[in-house]
């Protein structure tokens, strides 16, 4: 595996549900993000993790959970979601967290709310 | 409120061409920039980072930053259809947070 990769890369989930996506990335990053898209908005960041601790949490709401172990895998817990944060959630990594460096995304995973 | 405004499009050029895609941004600290270009159903892809005022150029691609005037673009010369896509350009301020604009979708036709 290469880069940074994402799983599942599509999910549909009933509002009572509880799911996990997960992130991994296989560059040597210090640091990793959450990135929420929705259609006709920009990336939303939700949450970044440098070097494994949580330095921003964007005012996202508890219903979504992160969990970073290591360095190198990061997960999204969902539970009781609305069908408003049916959207497509990034995970991305950079090398130096801190300094504004380059960010790599994942595929994706495209999350649908029922 | 920290912003990046980019013109949503579509932007049509003909295959050949040059494409010029445009970016303003409101934070007068920002430090670093970056255009990213995403196709449609897929997830960003980083094609130019940028961080002081001038041109950088990458084979067909040309990032022009100019912080006096709170602006950078991105030209794409010799267009192809392949580079139809929407372009993301994004911001920081040297954290970790990176702010982006809504896209520009070009189209280059044959």
């Known amino acids: 595996e290469t880069g940074v990769t994402q799983t599942p890369r599509h999910l549909v989930m009933g509002m009572t549900n509880k799911k996990s996506l997960k992130c991994e990335q296989h560059l040597g990053h210090n640091a990793m993000y959450w990135y929420k898209q929705s259609a006709k908005k920009p990336l939303e960041l939700m949450f970044v993790y440098s070097l494994e601790e949580r330095v921003e949490n964007n005012s996202v709401p508890s219903r979504f959970s992160p969990e970073c172990p290591n360095s190198s895998h990061l997960f999204l817990h969902l539970h009781t979601l609305q069908p408003e944060d049916s959207a497509l959630y990034l995970c991305?990594?950079?090398?130096?967290?801190?300094?504004?460096?380059?960010?790599?995304f994942g595929p994706g995973t495209r999350l649908t709310v029922t | 409120q920290k912003e990046v405004e980019q013109n949503s499009g579509p932007l049509s050029v003909p295959e050949g061409a040059i494409a010029s895609l445009n970016c303003t941004y409101s934070?007068?600290?920002?430090?670093?920039f970056f255009w990213y270009r995403q196709y449609s159903g897929k997830s960003p892809e980083l094609i130019m980072s940028i961080y002081s005022n001038g041109d950088k150029e990458d084979g067909r691609f040309t990032a022009q930053l100019n912080k006096a005037s709170q602006y950078v673009s991105l030209l794409i010369r010799d267009s192809q259809p392949s580079d139809s896509a929407t372009y993301l350009c994004?911001?920081?301020?040297?954290?970790?947070?990176?702010?982006f604009g809504t896209g520009t979708r070009l189209q280059v036709f044959p």
């Open positions: 991305a990594s950079s090398q130096a967290p801190g300094t504004g460096d380059e960010q790599y």
């Open positions: 994004a911001v920081s301020d040297n954290t970790d947070k990176l702010i």
């Open positions: 934070d007068r600290g920002s430090q670093s």
